[in-house]
Nanobody, 126 residues
């Protein structure tokens, strides 16, 4: 089962977007969900994660202070609200599930995640 990201688009610098990730509870309720992004020619980068209980959130340096991750476990969705977007935020954004069940640590790396979806394109114009 793969997660499905949506909500990307074209936005001017300074604008905002909210990305959505479908995370069916029967498969992912016991796993942290993360957002990552990959710009052309660059490695995939950790953006944010929310733990399986939806009680703690974690952010990469590029997201701190501008992005907010949230999780609606009742409705099986994980969201990424992105404010004050910059041209350097342009990338394909992916959501994925942590492979470590019930993980409650603060370490979230690309290699720990699985069930990657196709991603959603975010383009920020200057």
């Amino acid at each position: 089962v793969q997660l499905q990201a949506s909500g990307g688009g074209l936005v001017q610098a300074g604008g905002y977007l909210r990305l959505s990730c479908s995370a069916p509870a029967r498969t992912f309720s016991n796993y942290a969900i993360g957002w990552f992004r990959q710009a052309p020619g660059k490695e995939r980068e950790f953006v944010a994660a929310v733990n399986w209980r939806a009680t703690s959130t974690y952010y990469g340096d590029s997201a701190k202070g501008r992005f907010t991750i949230s999780r609606d476990k009742a409705k099986n969705w994980v969201y990424l609200r992105m404010n004050t977007l910059r041209p350097e935020d342009t990338a394909v954004y992916y959501c994925a599930a942590d492979s470590r069940r019930y993980h409650s640590g603060t370490d979230y790396n690309t290699v720990d995640f699985t069930s990657w979806g196709q991603g959603t394109q975010v383009t920020v114009s200057s």
